[in-house]
């Protein structure tokens, strides 16, 4: 399901199985930019964070960012001082081999909590990662970074100025804040290093901050946005059309990578969207999807595929956002199963029972009080989901 990317100005990737996972699978990834890229980057919000969160945040706060080291199989999570020194042992290993400064490696890693990573790999593997680089490399780095994911993630945004190239992993532990678990954005537009922060944040807020599958928010989550501006076109300021322009482009390749994410949930059937209109505030939407979105019993009844909108009414209810049940509309696609907080019969239900038997569909609760509007990407909960995290380990 990933696409066929293409190469992004001035970047190359590289991919390799240093043995971290299974013996042949890749593991273990580059990303480089030919020259210093500004950058900007989301964290998780977990307060039990990974070594490589811990190296990584600062370096990006320093505004310049010239290649990512990302492994899976093992997240150095837990891993008390020994993962901290190896976390930057990894990106020394890197910026020795790339001849560049420490401070401008990023690095990042996913995997089993609570295992040390295996050095003496990462030692002889990463060194041998920049012989490889190439320009058309992406997809082996999405590869890389894969844990439960079925498919590699990618997603792409070209104009005649500049192109945008979004990568990410992830199925299990999605929850915001954040939810991606990595995700990296790479442009060769100049960007403007106030507004990158702020367009990225707003960007993630819209898509990797608005998706869950199981309600688990991961140690290593982070999204890294690198604009290196080697398409050589004028530098993109905020407050500009160009800037709105951007934004844009940013968002649909972030929200695309997302609904992926949701899309390969762990165990995960259905992609759904939670559309909430009427709201007191947009604030408020906001509450009332993240309810129902994350609602064991909402996300059942999907896989179930049947039509309970009662388990979603009470979502809502319970989400602390201001409610008049006598007011609630709700649709299954553009199926009306309940108005004015009342059901609207068997047939209509049955109508959106087989709306619920397609791979992606929506559903619309109008609060009928006011303007404020939320989207919220949310996959239905099966059996798999727990035989796949059941074993995780083993």
Known sequence: MGKEIKGIKGFKFAA??????????????????????????????????????????????????????????????????????????????AARVLGVSEDVVAVSSTGVIGAPLPMERLEKHVPLLAGMLEAGGAKGVAEAIMTTDSFAKLSDSRGSDYSILGLAKGAGMIHPDMATMLGFALTDARVEEKFLGEALRRCVDRSFNSITVDGDTSTNDMVLLLANGMAGGPEICGGTAAAEDFEKRLGAV???????????????????????????SAVQARQAARSVATSSLVKTAFFGEDANWGRIIAAVGYSGADVDPDRVDIRFGDVPVARQGLGTGKELEEQATRVLQQAEFTVTVDLNLGDGEAAYYTSDLTYDYIKINADYRT
Request: aromatic fraction near 2%; hydrophobic fraction near 45%; proline fraction near 4%.
């Open 16 to 93: 390799r199985a240093a043995g971290i996972k299974k013996p042949g699978k890749l593991d273990l990834a580059l990303i480089y930019s030919e020259v210093p890229a500004r950058c900007a980057g989301v964290f998780t919000a977990n307060k039990v964070v990974a070594a490589p969160v811990v190296v990584t945040a600062p370096r990006i706060k320093g505004g310049t960012c010239q290649a990512v080291l990302v492994n899976s199989g093992n997240a150095n999570a837990c891993t008390g001082e020994q993962g901290l020194k190896d976390a930057l042992r990894c990106g020394e290993l």
């Open 254 to 280: 972030l929200l695309d990578l997302a609904k992926m994410i949701v899309r390969d949930g762990e165990g995960a059937t259905k992609l759904v969207t939670i559309q909430i209109r009427g709201a007191a």
